[in-house]
């Protein structure tokens, strides 16, 4: 299973993923962005990274839980993206899911995400001029994994 989110303040945005096995082993990553964006493609960029990361470690089977009902909407293609980036996201999504035999998009309630929530909460509050890379388990990522859409930050 993977849970996935992504968090905006005044502070900047950052995205977490959370993957649970059968087995109840836990894996998380919070990821701080030098840039600013939209709430929408926060949770884009969630989910892009998460199903990469899925992807790499070789994951055939997966079932997606999100907060985030307007973008597992769109990549269900239950409702379409208006905006050009947003479809450019949802494409790319799109793209990486041709890798997975079964996937199974859940839409959750955002009490139901806490955990997740909560990473994001902190990747966004982290500051970089304060912690050292590395020492508070955030990466900072520098360009949006969706890189042509970077005009519309």
């Known amino acids: 299973m993977m849970y996935f989110d992504g ?5 900047g945005c950052s995205v977490s993923v959370v993957f649970k096995s059968l087995g109840g082993h836990m894996r ?9 964006c939209i709430n929408n493609a926060i949770e884009y960029e969630s989910l892009y ?34 905006h050009h980036y947003l479809k450019t996201y949802k494409n790319r999504v799109w793209d990486l899911l041709e890798s997975f035999m079964v ?24 500051n970089l001029a304060y912690h050292k890379r590395g020492s508070y388990g955030v990466k900072v990522l520098c360009r949006p994994y969706v ?4 005009k519309f930050w």
């Open 103 to 126: 996937v199974n998009f859940i839409s959750i309630l955002r009490m139901k995400n806490k955990f997740v929530d909560a990473l994001a909460g902190k990747g966004a509050h982290y």
């Open 147 to 150: 890189t042509n859409t970077a």
């Open 49 to 82: 990274l998460g199903l990469s990361k899925l992807i790499s470690m070789g994951i055939i089977c997966l079932v997606v839980h999100g907060d985030s009902d307007m973008v597992i909407k769109k990549v269900r293609d239950q409702i379409s993206a208006i």
């Open 28 to 36: 998380r990553f919070s990821f701080r962005f030098t840039w600013i």
């Open 7 to 11: 968090s905006k303040c005044k502070h």
